[in-house]
């Protein structure tokens, strides 16, 4: 099987209100070989801020895709702009109203704790959420309160101010958490939008040893030690990440914004075989 794999895609910074299937397709052409396409598509979190745009424009990139596997990102969260502040309470009811959406359409998946299997090979996928690892790994000696930790939160990511419905940086860490604990031992490909690994090596050269890279970490060790997937895919960070630990190989091929891609210039698709 051939799975293609892309995160951040962030349909909104390129296609504002228009999304017709001709636009997107030469928008993708650059990306993707659309003559040579995996079996899957992965898309490992960060969709854009609109549900209708999302759809519509995976629906599109279905056309090409036997199946499409989706997890959401901290920005599948976000209460951005009028229409969606009106149909919402808070976040929460966005992401489950984005799941249900993917999920109704055939070939298209959207997990949430659980594992599908697709020619064998099984899936599993979670959005997972950031902890405070890193800085128990690479500061060990140091406390780190949770206002304190908290401050730093709102200080490095707009994560606090655009998803309603908590409080601290690691609320949905707390929720993901046992979903991450209910399948990492049953698939072939694990899927999530941040980074499992704490380790300062497996952060992009540019940002290490900094302390804001708790919020694009969590501490996954014991699952990639004692998992039987052979693949890890994520996102969240904007920057190509490859690295193995315990044999098992994590890949992050983000797009990004428009103007971290050139839009869309700079980017290939990632292809593996499993």
């Keep these: 099987m051939k799975i293609d794999i892309l995160s951040d895609v962030h349909f909104d910074n390129y296609f504002y209100n228009k999304y017709k299937s001709d636009d997107v397709i030469k928008f993708y052409s650059q990306i993707i070989d659309f003559n040579n396409c995996g079996d899957v598509l992965v898309i490992a979190g960060d969709l854009g801020h609109d549900n209708e745009q999302n759809i519509k424009i995976l629906k599109i ?4 895709y036997k199946n499409i596997i989706c997890i959401l990102g901290n920005h599948d969260y976000y209460l951005m702009g009028k229409t969606n502040q009106k149909l919402f309470s808070n976040s929460f009811e966005r992401v489950e109203n984005m799941r249900n959406l993917i999920n109704s359409k055939d070939g298209m998946y959207c997990l949430n704790g659980n594992i599908i299997e ?4 099984k899936f599993g996928g979670v959005d997972s959420w950031y902890d405070d690892g890193y800085l128990k790994v690479n500061y060990p000696n140091e406390e780190f309160p ?3 930790t908290n401050q730093m939160w709102f200080n490095s990511t707009p994560d606090s101010k655009f998803i309603v419905g908590i409080e601290n940086f690691n609320d949905i860490f707390e929720i ?3 979903k991450i604990e209910s399948i990492y031992k049953d ?7 941040v980074n499992p ?9 540019r940002f290490q040893n900094n302390p804001s890279n708790t919020f694009f970490t969590f ?3 014991e699952y990639l030690k004692n998992g039987n997937m052979k693949y890890w895919i994520f996102g969240h960070t904007h920057e190509e990440l490859e690295y193995e630990e315990y044999n098992v190989k994590c890949i992050c091929n983000p797009l990004g914004y428009s103007n971290e891609s050139g ?8 292809q593996i075989e499993v």
């Design 176 to 178: 993901e958490k046992p």
């Design 263 to 270: 839009n869309g210039s700079w980017v290939k698709i990632k």
């Design 61 to 64: 990139l279905k056309e090409y």
């Design 118 to 121: 697709i020619d064998s090979v």
């Design 187 to 193: 698939c072939d490909v694990m899927i999530t939008h």
């Design 146 to 148: 949770i206002e304190s």
């Design 197 to 205: 690994s704490a380790k300062n090596e497996n952060v992009n050269v």
């Design 219 to 221: 501490d996954g060790e």
